[in-house]
Nanobody
């Protein structure tokens, strides 16, 4: 059974930082691209960042480019999202997801975590 468990969310002031982690089990982690996606209240789920199976390719949404950094540790079956210079509009539930291909399309992710809330106060 595949499990993706996110942690690290919380409440932070605008301009602050958070680091999200996602621990994976039940899949061959090093064979999957990993992504972070988010969903704000009343909005569609949107792509944030993705990293290829070996970390060689990284893609970011324009809205987070230069502020967020995705990374992975295949020895620990974990993917991270370092979020700096947070803005109120970054407030959302953040999901970790796994895909067989490196993609920015939410529907192409095969496995999803339960999500972690990030709230940025202005």
């Amino acid at each position: 059974q595949v499990q993706l468990v996110e942690s690290g969310g919380g409440l932070v002031q605008a301009g602050g930082s958070l680091r999200l982690s996602c621990a994976a089990s039940g899949l061959t982690f090093g064979s999957y691209a990993m992504g972070w996606l988010r969903q704000a209240p009343g909005k569609k789920r949107e792509f944030v960042a993705t990293i290829s199976w070996n970390g060689g390719r990284l893609y970011y949404a324009d809205s987070v480019k230069g502020r967020f950094t995705i990374s992975r540790d295949n020895a620990k079956n974990t993917v991270y999202l370092q979020m700096n210079s947070l803005k109120a509009e970054d407030t959302a539930v953040y999901y970790c997801a796994a895909s067989g291909v490196t993609t920015i399309v939410p529907d192409r992710y095969n496995y999803w975590g339960q999500g972690t809330q990030v709230t940025v106060s202005s």
